[in-house]
T-cell receptor, first 112, second 108 residues
């Protein structure tokens, strides 16, 4: 039973389109995250939600909008996709008190 | 913010060799994790090790929190150990901050 699952695994789309990536965790964690991994493999935090409330919003274009319908889900919606948005996006979750974090399998987004 | 530095950036080994990867961090933390990103891109949890020493098979890790570093030991390396090894730290209430990783290539 996958702890953190995100869909889709691959996403190829044209510039200007709007797309969403979904994430769900079944660990009962309070905090969920979105990370972006660039072509140099660097993992950078984008957003953090704690119990459905946004607590970290790094310098990310406002074309990116996270949505947390409940504490087990954190979706990422991206408007007006650009070539530079091509990357691997990871969802993660962590328990209260900063316990061990777990990551989804990643979504490879390619904008053409 | 917290800075995380990993060394070496790249490592090439023959199968069977041992290696040590290092992670230095700039501030006091109450957690630290090691991950392995395999060639398929999955991030695999290796150790959650805020302090002390842990072992899991051929891998072990030691964190000396007071001196702000952690070490990951890989013994008798195998080709399946290839990939990128990340260290990440992050106090409660913040996000995990990642180092830039060590890329390990093990050849047979």
């Amino acid at each position: 039973d996958t702890a953190v699952s995100q869909t889709p695994k691959y996403l190829v789309t044209q510039m200007g389109n709007d797309k969403s990536i979904k994430c769900e965790q079944n660990l009962g964690h309070d905090t969920m995250y979105w990370y972006k991994q660039d072509s140099k493999k660097f993992l950078k935090i984008m957003f953090s939600y704690n119990n459905k409330e946004l607590i970290i919003n790094e310098t990310v274009p406002n074309r990116f909008s996270p949505k947390s319908p409940d504490k087990a889900h954190l979706n990422l919606h991206i408007n007006s996709l650009e070539l530079g948005d091509s990357a691997v996006y990871f969802c993660a979750s962590r328990g209260r008190g900063g316990t061990e974090a777990f990551f989804g399998q990643g979504t490879r987004l390619t904008v053409v | 913010g917290i800075q995380v530095e990993q060394s070496p950036p790249d490592l090439i080994l023959q199968e069977g060799a041992n290696s040590t990867l290092r992670c230095n961090f700039s501030d006091s933390v109450n957690n630290l994790q090691w991950f392995h990103q395999n060639p398929w891109g999955q991030l695999i949890n290796l150790f959650y090790i805020p302090s002390g020493t842990k072992q899991n098979g051929r891998l072990s890790a030691t964190t000396v929190a007071t001196e702000r570093y952690s070490l990951l030991y890989i013994s008798s390396s195998q080709t399946t150990d290839s990939g990128v090894y990340f260290c990440a730290v992050g106090p409660a209430g913040t996000a995990l901050i990642f180092g830039k990783g060590t890329t390990l290539s093990v050849s047979s």
